[in-house]
């Protein structure tokens, strides 16, 4: 009788365990999600942003015209006919394009026929409103407006008509290949967008007023306008080089230098703190301790004048010399280097192997995760330097770094608040650093918490 009581009793405690086990994931999990959201959810709705003609809209969308499959394919579609290009775009000799746009007229009111232009448009502000371009006006041709359609509906609320018209724009003849097709819709008072074969970019005058800054994008050139606008309207005046694309490789070089540097001399001299004996050695590494609390700011005006006397400013070598290594990756080093035991130094040295020798071809390999580690935080630390950049290459836009680049397009575009190219342009300037780190994470995991142990 007490074994059938004992029975339902365990079953019942066993049961009560289970939940609180799943009670507990369920709040892990669920914190997880939360923090998640918390941490990624702004970078999300900013690459939202980076896509939209107006990033500042109020309410904002999730859902809008550069995220619509419908839209993509007729951006494709109109690219091929405006210039052979689906993915760019364009406006090329011997195109026809064919477009239809809706609007709709309330109940009572009779249709107006609306008038369509190809305007003279410059490709956006900041940098893109100083360089001359092809102008589409000078060589599209605009058929005749034709009604093709009519059918009631009730939009808003209000009872009415949905009447479709449809054009054709044709470049006949030879002559250059405009990059873009500007196209203005204007309705008569009274009449309100509806639709059309691509969703316009804006609309204005409530909705009578439609406006695409091309009516031939092709797929990027309308879904990525803005990242396609950081490499073409951010130009040099003088050469007509992309900025982005010249910033982006100065960072890489100054970056990918100032890696090598910092791997060469912090493995040496983390090595010699670790295993040499010489004396002072402890208050040496109390020093580099000490220097990693001093904020590059309290000793930028002597970093200043030794650049200045070694005619460094405005160059890259600069930078490069200015965070050769730093006292943070010579105690990584040195950490790392003091849980390798040292029989293994012991070992190759019977052997016969030279000092140098264990070090480059025993030491160094088994220090992997901590150079892993080393190479993510100083390649992170150098793209996105912007203080030592700002001191030292001031006043030289060929040789900015991607940061100093990005400060440089906010003043240039942020007065128009042309918003969206600087959200594309810091999206793109963070691929590199993903990409080092998805390479390199193991190495910083393992580097970073074998160093911390044992410190």
């Given at each position: ?6 029975k339902?009793?365990?079953?019942l ?16 999990y ?6 998640a959201v918390?941490?990624i959810?702004?970078?999300?709705v900013a690459?939202?942003g980076?896509?939209?003609d107006n ?5 904002f969308?999730?859902?809008f015209?550069q ?8 951006a494709?579609?109109?690219g ?9 775009g ?8 064919p477009?239809q746009?809706s609007y709709?007229?309330?109940e009572g ?16 502000a900041?940098l893109?409103?100083i360089?001359?371009e092809?102008?589409a ?16 509906a ?5 009872p ?7 054009f054709?724009i044709?470049?006949?003849?030879q ?6 097709l ?8 009274g ?10 970019n804006r ?9 695409w800054?091309?009516?031939t994008p092709?797929?990027?050139?309308y ?8 490499f ?7 050469t007509?080089a992309s900025f982005?694309l010249?910033w982006t490789?100065?960072?890489f070089l ?5 890696v090598v ?6 493995s ?6 670790a295993?040499m ?10 020093f580099?301790?000490?220097?990693m609390t001093v904020?590059a ?14 005619g ?7 930078m490069i ?11 990584i ?7 390798i035991?040292?029989e293994?130094?012991?070992a ?6 030279s ?5 480059f071809r025993i030491?160094?390999?088994?220090a992997?995760?901590?150079?892993g580690?080393?190479t993510i935080?100083t390649?992170?630390g150098?793209?996105?330097e ?5 001191v030292?290459l001031?006043?030289q836009?060929?040789n900015?770094t ?12 942020g007065?128009a ?7 594309a ?9 993903i990409?080092l ?8 995991v393992?580097g970073?918490?074998t160093?911390?142990?044992k410190?």
């Amino acid at each position: 009788m007490a074994a059938q009581v004992m029975k339902p009793a365990r079953k019942l405690d066993e049961r009560h365990l289970a939940r609180q086990r799943w009670t507990r994931a369920a709040w892990i999990y669920g914190a997880m999600l939360a923090l998640a959201v918390f941490f990624i959810g702004p970078f999300y709705v900013a690459y939202l942003g980076s896509l939209k003609d107006n990033p500042l809209e109020w309410p904002f969308r999730y859902s809008f015209a550069q995220t619509q499959p419908k839209n993509w394919v007729a951006a494709w579609r109109l690219g091929q006919l405006g210039a052979g290009n689906p993915w760019t775009g364009g406006f090329a000799p011997g195109a026809s394009i064919p477009f239809q746009v809706s609007y709709f007229v309330q109940e009572g009111q009779e249709p107006e026929t609306p008038v369509v232009t190809v305007p003279t448009r410059r490709a956006g502000a900041g940098l893109g409103a100083i360089f001359d371009e092809v102008q589409a006006a000078r060589y599209a041709k605009v058929s005749e407006v034709q009604e093709v359609n009519r059918r009631s509906a009730v939009v808003g609320g209000q009872p009415g008509q949905i009447v479709t018209y449809a054009f054709t724009i044709t470049y006949e003849g030879q002559g250059p290949r405009a990059a873009r097709l500007p196209l203005d819709v204007e309705a008569p008072r009274g009449q309100q967008y509806y639709a059309a074969t691509l969703e316009p970019n804006r609309l204005e005058r409530r909705g009578r007023v439609a406006s695409w800054d091309s009516a031939t994008p092709g797929f990027f050139g309308y879904t990525f306008r803005n990242y396609v606008r950081v490499f073409n309207e951010a130009r040099d005046p003088n050469t007509g080089a992309s900025f982005f694309l010249r910033w982006t490789l100065n960072t890489f070089l100054v970056a990918l230098a100032v890696v090598v540097t910092t791997l060469l001399f912090a493995s040496l001299a983390g090595y010699a703190l670790a295993r040499m004996y010489f004396p002072g050695k402890n208050y040496l590494f109390a020093f580099v301790v000490f220097t990693m609390t001093v904020p590059a700011q309290a000793i930028f005006i002597s970093n200043y004048l030794v650049l200045r006397d070694l005619g460094l400013l405005g160059s890259l070598w600069g930078m490069i010399v200015w965070s050769a290594v730093g006292a943070g990756a010579v105690f990584i080093m040195k950490q790392f280097f003091e849980s390798i035991p040292r029989e293994i130094e012991e070992a190759a040295l019977i052997d016969g192997a030279s000092p140098i020798t264990t070090f480059f071809r025993i030491i160094i390999p088994m220090a992997t995760p901590a150079l892993g580690a080393l190479t993510i935080l100083t390649f992170q630390g150098m793209w996105n330097e912007f203080f030592k950049a700002a001191v030292v290459l001031s006043g030289q836009q060929t040789n900015y770094t991607l940061p100093l680049g990005l400060s440089f397009f906010r003043s240039a575009y942020g007065v128009a608040g042309d918003w969206g190219l600087m959200l594309a342009s810091a999206f793109l300037s963070m691929i590199p650093i993903i990409i080092l780190f998805v390479v390199f994470q193991r190495y910083f995991v393992e580097g970073v918490s074998t160093s911390a142990l044992k410190g």
